[in-house]
């Protein structure tokens, strides 16, 4: 009898949480919505000026990168993860980096949006922290909205 109270008990509460957290995921994802700058970036240990001006785009549940001067560089999916820290996983559907996935974590505040990934090593894992210093294999970003 206990035990099939407590499945029910259990039942009851995953139907409401499992919502929930969907929920705060199809919030997050609406936050990120537009387009974004890199303002500053940090690549393993150093200063990653190539990236500066990047302009990332979120349209839905897909993203786009394009270089300062509009040129495309990678495209695909994303998908959040409720966590702490957040995280994203970019799965990329177009180019070089087909098939790859960039697993990070990201905070957002206001207009402005960090994020540390595995980008320069896809085969590495997802970052625990907000580091890319020398050998762990991530980058370091802080992004800005852009104006319309």
């Known amino acids: ?11 009851l509460l995953g139907t409401g949480l499992v919502p929930a957290l969907a929920h705060q995921t199809e919030v997050g994802e609406k936050k990120l919505q537009g387009t974004w700058t890199a303002a500053k970036a940090e690549r393993d240990g150093k200063a990653a000026d190539d ?3 990047h302009r990332l785009t979120f349209t839905g549940n897909r993203f786009q990168i394009k270089s300062e001067d509009g040129k495309l560089l990678y495209e695909g999916t994303f998908r959040l993860e409720r966590a702490k820290p957040a995280g994203f996983d970019f799965e990329h559907t177009e180019g070089a980096l087909r098939g790859k996935v960039w ?22 894992g997802r970052p625990a922290a907000f580091d890319a210093k020398a050998g762990s294999g991530h980058i370091l970003i802080t992004f800005k909205r852009a104006k319309p």
């Open 51 to 53: 990236v500066i001006g």
């Open 1 to 11: 009898m206990y035990r099939m109270i407590g499945a029910m008990c259990w039942l």
């Open 103 to 124: 697993k990070g974590i990201y905070v957002l505040k206001g207009d402005t949006l960090m994020t540390c990934d595995n980008g320069p090593n896809p085969d590495g």
